[in-house]
């Protein structure tokens, strides 16, 4: 694990510092972070490397992970659908079952903390039976709440508002709640495997491992096979491209094990792509990361073409390795792109391809846009702004009313 002054030569001395000054102020309280998987996704993601460094600035920091049946899985996958605003079936025997696996979880913890942060709604309803265990409980949506479907988001939000405050990734996923909501973006960390500096001889490695041969410029999307990213849409747009232009399509995906609808997606995707000689399907293991970095380096065209996107990680990641990316213009995706300049917004599979092909069309301009992504997720979306954000959050809670706090 890296140490924190090792991000000193790409965000400053000053951001090191001023981690240091907040976490002063927080030193061996006990923060205790809950979600629902150590692998697959981006909360996973970001929680592997953010605990660490929350330990190296002294706040004694743990991360717990609810366990459930598949149905449980199931449920909060319709949970997950149904905020995001699908509309999904959620019945009262579900609700029930929910609750029962959230009985079970809390009988499992013996914490004691400070500060308990709560990813998304798997393990939400712990509070009913935790609360006494710490004086401070945060809810942190990581999901496009936008148009929640309104029996979904009903139930949530009874074990929601027993919270003290609530955080979003964008302000447009506020809710109607009675506590403080606050607005804080997810971040990437430089020096992880994912997203850390590679030569071009480690690229080709990785490339002729997967036997991946880059004979034709490779279009990239890597998620997980989730209806909401598209993979089809995808793959439409690849077809319009090809065409015209010679190419290749990397879909890369893999599994997260609170997400039961991925081998069913998946299945569709190779269906659809069944017998394409242009399209590579690969399913890798969760710990890929080194792997999906040099593919991301690899690409020429990266997409992201979600239908809702809470942030889309993979979009940072893509424009921290200096690609322009073409993304669906949906949740935090519109944070990432800014349209013309470090990539491009879509809302279909014909303006996906239309920006595939101006992209391959102009490697210059390519080149140009990509060099603005990464010095805009420099700015804005590494893990340090990510951690004096949450430092800044304790400190906000743990003062109630003051409007200064002093350093
Ligand atoms: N990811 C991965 N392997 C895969 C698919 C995804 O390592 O096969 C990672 C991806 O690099 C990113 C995270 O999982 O770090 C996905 O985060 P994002 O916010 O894009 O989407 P989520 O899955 O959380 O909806």
């Known amino acids: 694990m890296n140490g924190l002054h090792d991000y000193t030569p790409i965000v400053g001395q000053e951001v090191i510092e001023q981690l240091q000054r907040l976490a002063e102020r927080l030193t061996r309280r006990r923060f205790v972070h809950i979600n629902s998987t150590r692998t697959g996704g981006g909360v996973a993601e970001i929680l592997s490397r953010a605990v660490p460094l929350l330990n190296q600035l002294g706040l004694e920091t743990t991360w717990e992970v609810i366990i459930g049946d598949p149905e449980f899985f199931e449920i909060t996958k319709a949970m997950h659908n149904g905020l995001q605003g699908d509309r999904v079936r959620f019945t009262p025997r579900m609700m029930e079952h929910y609750r029962e696996i959230n009985r079970e979880n809390a009988k499992r913890f013996d914490w ?30 990581h999901i496009d709440a936008s148009r929640p479907q309104r029996h979904v988001w009903k139930f949530l939000r009874e074990y929601v508002i027993r919270y003290d ?16 909501q606050y607005l804080i973006h997810p971040s990437i960390d430089p020096l992880s495997d994912k997203n850390r500096d590679l030569t071009a001889g480690e690229v080709q490695a990785v490339m002729d491992r997967l036997g991946i041969r880059k004979d034709r410029p490779i279009i990239l999307q890597v998620s997980r096979f989730d209806s909401f990213k ?17 190419c290749q ?4 995906g893999g599994e997260a094990t609170d997400d039961p609808e991925g081998p069913e997606i ?3 995707v190779k269906e659809a792509a069944a017998g394409d000689p242009d399209i590579t399907i690969l399913l890798l293991p969760p710990d890929s990361h080194y792997e999906v970095n040099a593919l991301q380096r690899a690409a020429d065209v990266i997409v992201q073409k979600s239908v809702r996107e809470g942030f889309g990680l993979t979009v940072t990641e893509a424009m921290w390795k200096g690609k322009p990316v073409i993304g669906g213009a949906v949740g935090g995706i519109v944070l990432q792109i800014r349209d013309y300049h470090t990539g491009f917004l879509v809302h279909s599979p014909e303006g996906c391809a239309f920006r595939i092909r101006y992209l391959l069309h102009r490697p210059e301009m390519a080149r140009r846009m990509g060099k603005l992504a990464r010095e805009f997720v420099r700015r804005h979306f590494l893990i340090t702004r990510h951690i004096r954000d949450y430092l800044t959050l304790m400190l906000f809670i743990d003062n109630p009313g003051s409007r200064f706090i002093e350093l």
């Open 230 to 246: 598209d993979p089809m849409g995808v793959i439409q747009a690849f077809k319009m491209v090809r065409r015209h232009t010679s």
């Open 266 to 268: 998946f299945a569709r």
């Open 112 to 141: 004691e903390a400070d500060f308990v942060l709560v990813h998304d709604p798997q393990p939400a309803a712990l509070i009913e039976h935790l609360r006494p265990r710490a004086p401070k409980w945060v809810w942190r949506c």
């Open 249 to 252: 399509l990397l879909l890369v």
């Open 165 to 180: 405050a609530s955080v979003f990734s964008m302000s447009s996923f506020a809710q109607n709640l009675p506590h403080p």
